[in-house]
């Protein structure tokens, strides 16, 4: 028997602490950035603080970025659980926001309780189609989906330039954006909760939350939720279990753009009430970063999507108490926690292994 030694981390640290000792040193890093442009790290860390989470108004917007940021990560998350890379959250979530649109502006005739599921719904199929295509194309012409999903987000950009500047324009207008949905198209706030009418917080929260259950219930409590990590895990341990591999790959990626909808959704129905472009707001890209550090597991997907919610909400009050400081720093800061906790998310695996587990000889 070799004399060799290995340790593995515990699941519990795995999923829980080495994330946050990453997080740790992200901030850790930021704080000596703003250390050296001269700023007070502490004063700094607290304007994030307070910013995010120290009134009612920062917490609701902090909740409805990370609602965004949400629905960006489940859809990404999904996707990774079938061993797929997808890219196109961005995309997806921007066509859907056309289904949503066409639905609004052309159900005007119809009540709120009728016409919101039939706009969400519509978003969903629109999400789940433009997700589907780029499945297919690896399914069973073997190109892959980075690659598509990359070519698919420049698509849904040029397609929605072209049809809100010379379609859904509203008429007279100079902006690129369509007419104000009807007023009973729009999604009840949260103030029932307490929180201010004057955040954009809206019943899309509540819907994120519905969709990370059932995507934990879909993939770990369904047999063909467990197919579906199977191909992810190995594609030879599925083909000789008989399982379709093809099927699965493009019903996920379809799953994946009817999740990604719900950005269109937060945003469409809940804060804008009218198609814009760029509504997305990279939220779709973001996903990425929040899929990765919530380890592709719908808890931590909703963790981190609450971090990164917080961040850019707190990031607004930052620039706004603390001028001297670059705006670009909230963004550096949001690149150290994807850095720390995605591309070197197991720099510190070993040594908190060696420390966490026992020998095994």
């Known amino acids: 028997m070799s004399g060799s030694t290995t340790r593995t981390l515990p699941r519990w640290a795995d999923l829980l602490l080495l994330p946050l000792v990453n997080l740790a040193l992200a901030m850790l890093i930021a704080a000596l950035v703003i250390l050296g442009v001269g700023e007070s790290p502490w004063a700094a860390m607290q304007a994030l603080a307070v910013g995010s989470l120290g009134s009612a108004d920062a917490i609701g917007y902090t909740l409805y970025y990370a609602t965004d940021m949400a629905f960006a990560g489940l859809a990404v998350a999904v996707a990774f659980q079938c061993g797929l890379f997808n890219i196109g959250a961005e995309g997806q979530a921007y066509i859907s926001g056309l289904g949503v649109a066409l639905v609004c502006l052309g159900g005007a005739a119809l009540p709120g309780p009728l016409l919101i599921p039939l706009a969400i719904l519509t978003g969903a199929g629109f999400g789940a189609a433009w997700g589907a295509v780029p499945g297919w194309l690896q399914a069973h012409r073997g190109s892959h989906v980075v690659i598509t999903t990359i070519m698919f987000n420049f698509i849904a950009a040029a397609l929605m330039v072209y049809l809100i500047v010379n379609v859904l324009i509203a008429p007279g207008s100079m902006a690129p954006e369509s007419r104000e949905f009807p007023p ?67 019903l996920v990626m379809a799953l994946s753009g009817a999740l990604a909808s719900g950005v269109a959704v937060n945003e469409l ?32 997907v909703l963790l981190a999507a609450l971090l990164f919610g917080a961040l850019a909400q707190g990031g607004a009050e ?8 670059p705006t670009e720093l909230v963004v550096l800061i949001q ?12 720099l510190l695996r070993p040594a908190l292994a060696r420390i966490l587990s026992p020998r095994a000889g």
Do not use: D
């Not at 369904?222 to 493009?250: C, D, E, K, L, M």
């Not at 804060?271 to 550090?293: D, E, N, S, W």
């Not at 930052?318 to 400081?325: C, D, I, K, Q, R």
């Open 184 to 250: 009973q198209a729009a999604l009840p706030t949260l103030a029932f909760l307490g929180f201010p009418a004057s955040t954009p917080v809206n019943l899309a929260l509540p819907l994120a939350l519905g969709c990370a259950l059932g995507m934990w219930l879909l993939l770990w409590r369904t047999g063909w939720g467990f197919g579906v990590r199977v191909v992810g895990a190995s594609p030879a341990v599925a083909h000789y279990a008989g399982i379709n591999q093809s099927r699965q790959i493009v």
């Open 335 to 346: 690149g150290l926690v994807i850095l720390f906790t995605g591309a070197l998310g197991n």
């Open 318 to 325: 930052l620039a706004f108490e603390m001028p001297s400081v």
């Open 269 to 300: 129905l809940g804060a804008q009430h009218k198609l814009l472009l760029g509504f997305t707001g990279g939220y779709g890209f973001t996903g990425i970063a929040v899929a990765l550090m919530g380890r592709n597991h719908p808890v931590g």
